[in-house]
């Protein structure tokens, strides 16, 4: 399989609770990327963190990247209806390839 | 800009036809992403290009599938014959040249073929 494995593939928290979804990876990276999909739309970027990078910010996102275990985590804290989506992982690879894992589903309720 | 610009957003064809998919990246963007996503294989890379050239056709399915870019501006999937099992959403993305860098996804064209 060209992807690699995020989990878990969903989960249901409530508004105001915090939501950390992890991916997993098999190969050598550039970087790592988060994207968000709404039902029925195209993907949207959300934070790229380099392969020399451990964590990064980006409002009430936070992205950590450990190489040596081949993983990275994304939390959303906060979290608002709203963020309701799909999200996914991506690897940059060699060439600017960039493979997608399966993705998390992500419900908030009001 | 008006992003990447994808047609038709809706394709219903009959098995054995020829499906022609069409892209228009971003205006300045050197890479270009063909994607197909299922519910049963996620989002899978078929093929990607880099100023016009194609760099990685791996994820191509079969001889069925061949993917074009003329120009800068322009990029085509075709399938021929398609077949059911061709139904799927299919995305383009592009982003601009380098190893760091974000795409940005078309609104994709979800495919039937019955």
Known sequence: SQQGEEDPQALSIQE???????????????????????SGRGLVHLILIRSNEREKHSGRLRVTL???????????????????????????????????????????KP | DAGVIQSPRHEVTEMGQEVTLRCKPIS??????????TMMRGLELLIYFNNNVPIDDSGMPED??????????????????????????YFCASSTEGENTEAFFGQGTRLTVV
């Open chain 1, 66 to 108: 450990d190489t040596s275990k081949k993983s990275s985590s994304l939390l959303i804290t906060a979290s608002r209806a709203a963020d309701t989506a799909s999200y996914f992982c991506a690897t940059g690879r060699q060439g600017g390839k960039l493979i997608f894992g399966q993705g998390t589903e992500l419900s908030v």
């Open chain 2, 28 to 37: 300045g963007h050197n890479s270009l992403f063909w994607y197909r996503q």
């Open chain 2, 64 to 89: 069925r599938f061949s993917a074009k870019m003329p120009n800068a501006s322009f990029s085509t999937l075709k399938i021929q014959p398609s077949e059911p099992r061709d139904s799927a959403v």
């Open chain 1, 16 to 38: 105001g609770e915090n939501a950390t979804m992890n991916c997993s990876y098999k190969t050598s990276i550039n970087n790592l990327q988060w994207y968000r999909q709404n």
